[in-house]
Protein backbone atom coordinates (compact mmCIF):
# COMPACT_ATOMS: atom_id res chain seq x y z
CA UNK A 1 0.00 0.00 0.00
CA UNK A 2 1.10 4.16 -0.49
CA UNK A 3 2.51 5.10 2.56
CA UNK A 4 0.44 8.55 2.38
CA UNK A 5 -3.00 8.21 2.28
CA UNK A 6 -4.03 11.25 1.04
CA UNK A 7 -1.69 10.79 -2.05
CA UNK A 8 -3.47 9.07 -4.27
CA UNK A 9 -6.80 11.11 -3.90
CA UNK A 10 -4.66 14.75 -4.23
CA UNK A 11 -3.03 13.04 -7.16
CA UNK A 12 -6.69 12.31 -8.90
CA UNK A 13 -7.43 15.96 -7.81
CA UNK A 14 -4.71 17.33 -9.66
CA UNK A 15 -4.58 14.98 -12.86
CA UNK A 16 -8.63 16.40 -12.93
CA UNK A 17 -7.48 19.88 -12.90
CA UNK A 18 -4.91 19.89 -15.68
CA UNK A 19 -7.54 18.04 -17.89
CA UNK A 20 -9.84 20.89 -16.81
CA UNK A 21 -7.42 23.39 -17.62
CA UNK A 22 -6.54 21.93 -20.68
CA UNK A 23 -9.83 22.88 -22.00
CA UNK A 24 -9.96 25.83 -20.60
CA UNK A 25 -10.22 25.73 -17.00
CA UNK A 26 -13.14 26.31 -14.72
CA UNK A 27 -14.90 24.76 -11.96
CA UNK A 28 -15.79 21.58 -11.02
CA UNK A 29 -18.40 20.67 -8.26
CA UNK A 30 -18.66 16.53 -7.57
CA UNK A 31 -21.22 16.12 -4.32
CA UNK A 32 -20.86 12.58 -2.27
CA UNK A 33 -24.53 10.29 -2.35
CA UNK A 34 -27.32 11.45 0.30
CA UNK A 35 -28.27 8.92 3.01
CA UNK A 36 -30.93 6.84 2.39
CA UNK A 37 -33.76 5.76 4.95
CA UNK A 38 -34.66 2.05 5.03
CA UNK A 39 -37.47 2.70 6.86
CA UNK A 40 -38.93 5.07 9.46
CA UNK A 41 -36.29 6.08 11.79
CA UNK A 42 -33.82 3.82 10.38
CA UNK A 43 -31.12 4.74 7.29
CA UNK A 44 -29.54 1.97 4.66
CA UNK A 45 -25.58 1.64 5.77
CA UNK A 46 -23.82 4.82 4.51
CA UNK A 47 -21.62 4.52 1.01
CA UNK A 48 -20.18 7.45 -0.63
CA UNK A 49 -20.71 8.57 -4.17
CA UNK A 50 -18.02 6.62 -6.17
CA UNK A 51 -17.15 9.67 -7.95
CA UNK A 52 -16.82 11.87 -5.16
CA UNK A 53 -14.91 9.13 -3.21
CA UNK A 54 -12.54 8.54 -6.05
CA UNK A 55 -11.31 12.05 -5.87
CA UNK A 56 -11.75 12.46 -2.10
CA UNK A 57 -11.08 9.70 0.01
CA UNK A 58 -13.88 11.27 2.14
CA UNK A 59 -16.52 8.90 3.61
CA UNK A 60 -19.41 11.38 5.00
CA UNK A 61 -22.41 11.58 4.11
CA UNK A 62 -23.31 15.39 3.22
CA UNK A 63 -20.32 16.30 1.55
CA UNK A 64 -19.42 18.26 -1.61
CA UNK A 65 -16.04 18.82 -3.58
CA UNK A 66 -14.74 22.05 -5.64
CA UNK A 67 -12.37 22.52 -7.38
CA UNK A 68 -10.91 25.49 -9.01
CA UNK A 69 -8.38 24.86 -12.27
CA UNK A 70 -6.33 28.14 -12.86
CA UNK A 71 -2.96 29.38 -12.65
CA UNK A 72 -3.37 28.46 -8.78
CA UNK A 73 -5.34 25.75 -8.55
CA UNK A 74 -7.49 25.12 -5.36
CA UNK A 75 -8.83 21.96 -3.53
CA UNK A 76 -12.10 22.76 -1.50
CA UNK A 77 -14.15 20.55 0.51
CA UNK A 78 -17.67 21.50 1.64
CA UNK A 79 -18.41 19.05 4.88
CA UNK A 80 -20.41 18.45 8.18
CA UNK A 81 -19.34 20.73 10.78
CA UNK A 82 -18.74 19.38 14.13
CA UNK A 83 -21.82 18.77 16.65
CA UNK A 84 -21.21 17.40 19.59
CA UNK A 85 -24.60 16.45 20.81
CA UNK A 86 -25.16 15.07 17.20
CA UNK A 87 -21.76 12.68 17.59
CA UNK A 88 -23.51 11.55 20.84
CA UNK A 89 -26.13 9.80 18.36
CA UNK A 90 -23.85 8.94 14.96
CA UNK A 91 -20.40 8.95 16.09
CA UNK A 92 -17.48 11.02 14.99
CA UNK A 93 -17.47 13.74 12.41
CA UNK A 94 -14.21 15.32 11.34
CA UNK A 95 -15.53 18.94 10.70
CA UNK A 96 -14.18 20.93 7.95
CA UNK A 97 -10.49 22.05 9.62
CA UNK A 98 -9.83 18.40 10.65
CA UNK A 99 -10.43 17.47 7.13
CA UNK A 100 -8.84 19.89 5.27
CA UNK A 101 -5.79 18.54 6.91
CA UNK A 102 -6.44 14.87 6.92
CA UNK A 103 -7.83 14.71 3.05
CA UNK A 104 -5.33 16.84 1.90
CA UNK A 105 -7.70 19.68 0.46
CA UNK A 106 -6.79 23.88 0.59
CA UNK A 107 -9.80 24.56 2.35
CA UNK A 108 -12.87 23.40 3.66
CA UNK A 109 -16.35 24.73 4.90
CA UNK A 110 -19.27 23.44 6.71
CA UNK A 111 -21.71 22.22 4.69
CA UNK A 112 -24.59 24.56 5.63
CA UNK A 113 -22.74 27.76 3.88
CA UNK A 114 -22.52 25.25 0.54
CA UNK A 115 -25.24 27.66 -1.55
CA UNK A 116 -24.01 30.91 -0.52
CA UNK A 117 -20.62 30.44 -1.13
CA UNK A 118 -20.58 28.43 -4.90
CA UNK A 119 -22.04 31.53 -6.91
CA UNK A 120 -19.23 33.52 -5.22
CA UNK A 121 -16.90 30.71 -6.06
CA UNK A 122 -18.59 30.39 -9.98
CA UNK A 123 -18.20 33.86 -10.71
CA UNK A 124 -15.51 34.87 -13.64
CA UNK A 125 -15.36 30.86 -14.25
CA UNK A 126 -15.16 29.70 -17.85
CA UNK A 127 -17.04 26.71 -17.70
CA UNK A 128 -18.89 24.48 -14.87
CA UNK A 129 -17.82 20.60 -14.65
CA UNK A 130 -20.45 19.01 -12.55
CA UNK A 131 -22.43 15.68 -13.27
CA UNK A 132 -25.59 16.22 -15.48
CA UNK A 133 -28.98 14.55 -14.63
CA UNK A 134 -27.70 12.23 -11.77
CA UNK A 135 -29.47 13.36 -8.42
CA UNK A 136 -32.52 15.80 -9.38
CA UNK A 137 -31.80 17.65 -6.30
CA UNK A 138 -28.24 18.65 -6.71
CA UNK A 139 -29.41 19.81 -10.34
CA UNK A 140 -31.94 22.67 -8.57
CA UNK A 141 -28.74 23.81 -6.09
CA UNK A 142 -26.44 24.05 -9.19
CA UNK A 143 -28.92 25.74 -11.22
CA UNK A 144 -29.51 27.86 -8.37
CA UNK A 145 -25.91 28.78 -7.89
CA UNK A 146 -25.57 29.38 -11.66
CA UNK A 147 -28.76 31.66 -11.24
CA UNK A 148 -27.50 33.92 -8.24
CA UNK A 149 -23.77 34.25 -10.14
CA UNK A 150 -25.92 35.63 -13.33
CA UNK A 151 -27.79 38.14 -11.06
CA UNK A 152 -24.60 39.04 -8.60
CA UNK A 153 -22.90 39.96 -12.77
CA UNK A 154 -24.32 43.21 -12.52
CA UNK A 155 -21.61 44.14 -10.39
CA UNK A 156 -19.39 43.37 -13.05
CA UNK A 157 -18.38 39.70 -12.53
CA UNK A 158 -18.84 36.99 -15.27
CA UNK A 159 -20.61 33.40 -14.80
CA UNK A 160 -19.69 29.57 -16.57
CA UNK A 161 -20.80 30.07 -20.33
CA UNK A 162 -20.12 26.66 -20.70
CA UNK A 163 -21.21 23.48 -18.98
CA UNK A 164 -19.32 19.90 -18.80
CA UNK A 165 -20.30 16.40 -18.00
CA UNK A 166 -17.39 15.95 -15.42
CA UNK A 167 -18.52 12.22 -15.78
CA UNK A 168 -17.09 12.00 -19.25
CA UNK A 169 -13.41 12.76 -18.12
CA UNK A 170 -13.79 11.23 -14.69
CA UNK A 171 -14.96 7.43 -16.16
CA UNK A 172 -12.06 7.49 -18.16
CA UNK A 173 -9.71 7.98 -15.17
CA UNK A 174 -10.94 5.69 -13.08
CA UNK A 175 -10.80 3.32 -16.50
CA UNK A 176 -6.81 2.21 -15.54
CA UNK A 177 -6.23 2.01 -11.90
CA UNK A 178 -3.16 3.12 -9.81
CA UNK A 179 -1.01 1.09 -7.42
CA UNK A 180 -3.34 2.13 -4.67
CA UNK A 181 -6.31 0.90 -6.25
CA UNK A 182 -4.64 -2.49 -7.34
CA UNK A 183 -3.55 -3.20 -4.22
CA UNK A 184 -6.80 -2.65 -2.34
CA UNK A 185 -8.28 -5.03 -5.48
CA UNK A 186 -6.21 -7.05 -5.25
CA UNK A 187 -7.21 -8.09 -1.03
CA UNK A 188 -10.56 -7.73 -1.96
CA UNK A 189 -9.92 -10.58 -3.75
CA UNK A 190 -8.18 -12.65 -1.76
CA UNK A 191 -10.70 -12.11 0.57
CA UNK A 192 -13.93 -13.38 -1.75
CA UNK A 193 -12.02 -15.92 -2.52
CA UNK A 194 -11.18 -17.07 1.25
CA UNK A 195 -15.21 -16.78 1.20
CA UNK A 196 -15.84 -18.98 -1.45
CA UNK A 197 -13.74 -21.79 -0.33
CA UNK A 198 -15.25 -21.73 3.04
CA UNK A 199 -18.75 -22.30 1.02
CA UNK A 200 -17.61 -24.55 -0.88
CA UNK A 201 -16.50 -26.57 2.81
CA UNK A 202 -19.84 -25.92 3.97
CA UNK A 203 -22.43 -26.96 1.40
CA UNK A 204 -23.94 -30.45 1.61
CA UNK A 205 -27.38 -31.79 0.62
CA UNK A 206 -30.01 -30.62 3.25
CA UNK A 207 -28.53 -27.15 3.76
CA UNK A 208 -30.45 -24.23 2.92
CA UNK A 209 -28.57 -21.70 0.44
CA UNK A 210 -28.85 -18.71 2.78
CA UNK A 211 -26.84 -20.64 5.34
CA UNK A 212 -24.41 -21.21 3.02
CA UNK A 213 -24.83 -17.16 2.10
CA UNK A 214 -24.09 -16.41 5.83
CA UNK A 215 -20.57 -18.40 5.76
CA UNK A 216 -19.71 -15.84 3.26
CA UNK A 217 -20.88 -12.91 4.85
CA UNK A 218 -19.27 -14.48 7.79
CA UNK A 219 -16.13 -14.58 6.05
CA UNK A 220 -16.57 -11.11 4.09
CA UNK A 221 -17.08 -9.03 7.79
CA UNK A 222 -14.33 -11.41 9.53
CA UNK A 223 -11.79 -10.36 7.21
CA UNK A 224 -12.59 -6.35 7.33
CA UNK A 225 -15.27 -5.64 4.00
CA UNK A 226 -17.80 -3.87 5.51
CA UNK A 227 -20.28 -5.08 3.57
CA UNK A 228 -20.94 -7.24 0.18
CA UNK A 229 -20.32 -5.53 -3.67
CA UNK A 230 -23.78 -6.57 -4.82
CA UNK A 231 -26.15 -8.89 -3.41
CA UNK A 232 -25.09 -12.27 -3.07
CA UNK A 233 -26.41 -15.03 -5.53
CA UNK A 234 -26.68 -18.46 -4.21
CA UNK A 235 -28.36 -20.48 -6.44
CA UNK A 236 -28.99 -24.34 -6.58
CA UNK A 237 -30.19 -26.52 -8.92
CA UNK A 238 -32.91 -25.00 -11.36
CA UNK A 239 -32.15 -21.52 -9.41
CA UNK A 240 -28.61 -21.68 -11.36
CA UNK A 241 -30.06 -20.69 -14.78
CA UNK A 242 -31.88 -17.56 -12.91
CA UNK A 243 -29.03 -14.86 -13.86
CA UNK A 244 -29.88 -12.96 -11.03
CA UNK A 245 -31.68 -14.99 -8.50
CA UNK A 246 -31.69 -13.22 -4.96
CA UNK A 247 -34.15 -15.21 -3.04
CA UNK A 248 -31.60 -17.71 -1.84
CA UNK A 249 -34.08 -19.71 0.47
CA UNK A 250 -34.16 -22.93 -1.27
CA UNK A 251 -32.67 -26.16 0.28
CA UNK A 252 -30.11 -28.43 -1.29
CA UNK A 253 -30.49 -31.52 -2.85
CA UNK A 254 -27.85 -34.04 -3.34
CA UNK A 255 -27.01 -34.13 -7.13
CA UNK A 256 -27.51 -30.83 -7.67
CA UNK A 257 -24.87 -28.45 -8.24
CA UNK A 258 -24.26 -24.66 -6.09
CA UNK A 259 -23.73 -21.58 -8.26
CA UNK A 260 -22.56 -18.88 -6.23
CA UNK A 261 -21.29 -15.22 -7.57
CA UNK A 262 -20.66 -13.34 -4.40
CA UNK A 263 -18.01 -10.03 -3.78
CA UNK A 264 -16.71 -8.35 -0.81
CA UNK A 265 -16.31 -4.52 -1.25
CA UNK A 266 -13.03 -3.42 0.51
CA UNK A 267 -12.34 0.35 1.10
CA UNK A 268 -14.88 1.20 -1.98
CA UNK A 269 -13.93 -1.45 -4.06
CA UNK A 270 -15.52 -4.67 -5.77
CA UNK A 271 -14.55 -8.43 -6.12
CA UNK A 272 -17.07 -9.98 -8.13
CA UNK A 273 -16.03 -14.02 -8.05
CA UNK A 274 -18.41 -17.18 -9.39
CA UNK A 275 -17.85 -20.63 -8.23
CA UNK A 276 -20.11 -23.58 -9.33
CA UNK A 277 -19.52 -26.98 -7.69
CA UNK A 278 -21.75 -29.96 -6.65
CA UNK A 279 -23.59 -29.90 -3.05
CA UNK A 280 -22.67 -33.28 -2.45
CA UNK A 281 -18.97 -32.73 -3.50
CA UNK A 282 -18.37 -34.95 -6.66
CA UNK A 283 -19.33 -33.84 -10.20
CA UNK A 284 -21.13 -36.21 -12.28
CA UNK A 285 -20.81 -37.39 -15.66
CA UNK A 286 -23.06 -34.32 -17.24
CA UNK A 287 -22.26 -32.11 -14.96
CA UNK A 288 -18.39 -33.25 -14.98
CA UNK A 289 -19.12 -31.92 -19.18
CA UNK A 290 -20.84 -29.36 -18.97
CA UNK A 291 -18.43 -27.72 -16.03
CA UNK A 292 -15.09 -28.69 -17.95
CA UNK A 293 -16.66 -26.89 -20.97
CA UNK A 294 -16.97 -23.91 -19.44
CA UNK A 295 -13.52 -23.80 -17.70
CA UNK A 296 -12.17 -24.48 -21.17
CA UNK A 297 -13.95 -21.13 -21.79
CA UNK A 298 -12.76 -19.58 -19.16
CA UNK A 299 -9.19 -20.26 -19.35
CA UNK A 300 -9.34 -19.31 -23.65
CA UNK A 301 -10.66 -16.03 -22.63
CA UNK A 302 -8.23 -14.98 -19.85
CA UNK A 303 -5.33 -16.47 -22.87
CA UNK A 304 -6.87 -13.68 -25.26
CA UNK A 305 -6.24 -11.12 -22.00
CA UNK A 306 -3.04 -8.38 -23.35
CA UNK A 307 -2.27 -4.82 -24.08
CA UNK A 308 -3.61 -4.31 -27.47
CA UNK A 309 -6.14 -6.85 -27.89
CA UNK A 310 -9.58 -5.44 -28.02
CA UNK A 311 -11.98 -5.18 -25.13
CA UNK A 312 -14.20 -8.31 -27.47
CA UNK A 313 -11.39 -10.32 -27.84
CA UNK A 314 -12.31 -12.48 -24.82
CA UNK A 315 -15.70 -12.57 -25.30
CA UNK A 316 -15.09 -14.11 -28.83
CA UNK A 317 -12.31 -16.81 -27.54
CA UNK A 318 -15.36 -17.81 -25.12
CA UNK A 319 -17.90 -17.96 -27.18
CA UNK A 320 -15.98 -19.76 -30.07
CA UNK A 321 -15.21 -23.13 -27.40
CA UNK A 322 -18.99 -22.67 -25.47
CA UNK A 323 -20.27 -22.87 -28.79
CA UNK A 324 -18.43 -26.28 -30.37
CA UNK A 325 -18.97 -27.17 -26.81
CA UNK A 326 -22.70 -27.14 -26.94
CA UNK A 327 -22.37 -28.56 -30.97
CA UNK A 328 -20.28 -31.66 -29.59
CA UNK A 329 -23.08 -32.62 -26.29
CA UNK A 330 -25.79 -32.48 -28.65
CA UNK A 331 -27.17 -28.94 -27.23
CA UNK A 332 -26.74 -27.42 -30.59
CA UNK A 333 -26.75 -28.60 -34.34
CA UNK A 334 -25.11 -26.91 -37.28
CA UNK A 335 -21.59 -25.31 -38.45
CA UNK A 336 -20.31 -23.46 -35.48
CA UNK A 337 -19.24 -20.39 -37.05
CA UNK A 338 -22.95 -20.11 -38.67
CA UNK A 339 -24.42 -20.60 -34.56
CA UNK A 340 -22.18 -17.94 -33.90
CA UNK A 341 -23.10 -15.54 -36.71
CA UNK A 342 -26.63 -16.44 -35.90
CA UNK A 343 -25.96 -15.97 -31.77
CA UNK A 344 -27.20 -19.53 -31.66
CA UNK A 345 -25.47 -20.11 -28.67
CA UNK A 346 -27.24 -17.24 -26.78
CA UNK A 347 -29.84 -20.04 -26.14
CA UNK A 348 -27.57 -21.81 -23.50
CA UNK A 349 -24.80 -18.61 -23.02
CA UNK A 350 -26.83 -15.06 -23.13
CA UNK A 351 -24.45 -12.72 -21.37
CA UNK A 352 -21.24 -11.39 -22.16
CA UNK A 353 -17.77 -12.34 -20.76
CA UNK A 354 -16.87 -9.57 -18.96
CA UNK A 355 -17.59 -6.25 -17.29
CA UNK A 356 -15.32 -3.34 -15.86
CA UNK A 357 -14.47 -3.71 -12.21
CA UNK A 358 -13.56 -1.06 -9.40
CA UNK A 359 -15.69 0.97 -7.10
CA UNK A 360 -18.77 -0.06 -9.12
CA UNK A 361 -19.63 -3.39 -10.09
CA UNK A 362 -20.25 -2.66 -13.35
CA UNK A 363 -17.66 -0.21 -12.92
CA UNK A 364 -17.46 3.32 -15.06
CA UNK A 365 -15.75 2.99 -18.84
CA UNK A 366 -16.59 3.27 -22.35
CA UNK A 367 -16.71 -0.70 -24.19
CA UNK A 368 -16.40 1.19 -27.68
CA UNK A 369 -14.17 4.36 -29.09
CA UNK A 370 -15.19 5.89 -32.32
CA UNK A 371 -17.86 2.33 -32.75
CA UNK A 372 -14.54 0.25 -31.90
CA UNK A 373 -13.88 -2.24 -29.38
CA UNK A 374 -11.21 -0.75 -26.94
CA UNK A 375 -7.87 -1.47 -26.84
CA UNK A 376 -7.01 -3.45 -23.65
CA UNK A 377 -4.17 -1.25 -21.68
CA UNK A 378 -1.92 -2.16 -18.23
CA UNK A 379 -3.93 -1.07 -15.35
CA UNK A 380 -7.45 -2.05 -16.49
CA UNK A 381 -9.29 -4.67 -14.21
CA UNK A 382 -12.45 -6.57 -16.02
CA UNK A 383 -13.97 -9.70 -14.79
CA UNK A 384 -14.22 -13.04 -17.02
CA UNK A 385 -17.13 -15.25 -16.44
CA UNK A 386 -18.36 -17.34 -18.87
CA UNK A 387 -21.27 -19.74 -18.39
CA UNK A 388 -23.87 -21.87 -19.56
CA UNK A 389 -27.87 -22.57 -18.59
CA UNK A 390 -29.68 -25.65 -19.49
CA UNK A 391 -32.80 -25.03 -18.96
CA UNK A 392 -35.33 -28.27 -18.80
CA UNK A 393 -36.93 -28.65 -22.44
CA UNK A 394 -38.15 -31.63 -24.89
CA UNK A 395 -35.43 -30.57 -27.50
CA UNK A 396 -32.46 -30.89 -24.48
CA UNK A 397 -31.12 -34.04 -23.45
CA UNK A 398 -32.79 -34.80 -19.87
CA UNK A 399 -29.04 -35.41 -18.67
CA UNK A 400 -28.26 -31.93 -18.83
CA UNK A 401 -31.89 -30.30 -17.35
CA UNK A 402 -31.22 -27.52 -14.75
CA UNK A 403 -28.05 -27.08 -14.58
CA UNK A 404 -26.37 -23.66 -14.55
CA UNK A 405 -22.42 -22.95 -14.31
CA UNK A 406 -20.51 -20.26 -14.42
CA UNK A 407 -17.45 -19.53 -13.91
CA UNK A 408 -16.11 -15.73 -13.15
CA UNK A 409 -12.88 -14.32 -12.13
CA UNK A 410 -11.61 -10.70 -11.74
CA UNK A 411 -8.35 -10.09 -13.97
CA UNK A 412 -5.82 -6.92 -14.01
CA UNK A 413 -4.33 -5.75 -17.23
CA UNK A 414 -0.66 -6.27 -17.28
CA UNK A 415 2.19 -5.41 -19.24
CA UNK A 416 2.59 -9.60 -19.95
CA UNK A 417 -0.83 -9.99 -20.17
CA UNK A 418 -3.31 -10.46 -17.39
CA UNK A 419 -3.17 -11.67 -13.65
CA UNK A 420 -6.36 -13.19 -11.93
CA UNK A 421 -7.19 -11.48 -8.43
CA UNK A 422 -9.21 -14.15 -7.61
CA UNK A 423 -7.23 -17.63 -8.04
CA UNK A 424 -7.72 -18.14 -4.45
CA UNK A 425 -11.06 -20.10 -5.53
CA UNK A 426 -10.17 -23.33 -7.10
CA UNK A 427 -11.97 -23.49 -10.51
CA UNK A 428 -10.36 -27.08 -11.35
CA UNK A 429 -12.99 -30.00 -10.94
CA UNK A 430 -10.13 -32.44 -8.76
CA UNK A 431 -9.15 -29.35 -6.65
CA UNK A 432 -12.37 -28.06 -5.73
CA UNK A 433 -13.45 -32.19 -4.91
CA UNK A 434 -10.29 -32.23 -3.08
CA UNK A 435 -11.66 -28.67 -0.50
CA UNK A 436 -15.06 -30.13 -0.15
CA UNK A 437 -13.49 -33.24 1.66
CA UNK A 438 -12.48 -31.28 3.76
CA UNK A 439 -15.67 -30.62 5.79
CA UNK A 440 -13.93 -28.22 8.69
CA UNK A 441 -14.59 -24.78 8.80
CA UNK A 442 -11.46 -22.56 7.41
CA UNK A 443 -10.30 -19.91 9.20
CA UNK A 444 -11.28 -16.29 8.30
CA UNK A 445 -7.89 -14.77 8.58
CA UNK A 446 -6.62 -14.82 5.26
Known sequence: MIADPVFPFRERRERLLAQMLAAGGGVAVVPTAPERERNRGTLYPYRPDSQFFYLSGFKEPEAALVLIAGETPRHLLFCRARDGEQEIWTGHRHGPEAAAERFGFDEAWPMDQFDRKLPSLLANQPALWTGLAANPEWDKRILAALGQARADARAGTTTPRTVHEISAVLDEMRLVKDAFEIAIMRRAGEISAAAHCQAMRAARPGRAEYEIEAELLRVFRASGSPFPAYPSIVASGPNACVLHYADNDRRMLDGELLLIDAGCELDGYAADITRTFPVNGRFDGPQRDLYQLVLAANHAARAAVRPGNGWNAPHEAAV????????????????????????????????????WLGMDVHDAGQYKIGGQWRPLVPGMVFTIEPGCYIRAADDVPKAFWNIGIRIEDNILVTAEGGEYFTDGAPRETDEIEALMRDRKRISVNV
Open 320 to 355: AILTQGFVDLGLLAGATENLIETEAYRRFYMHRTGH
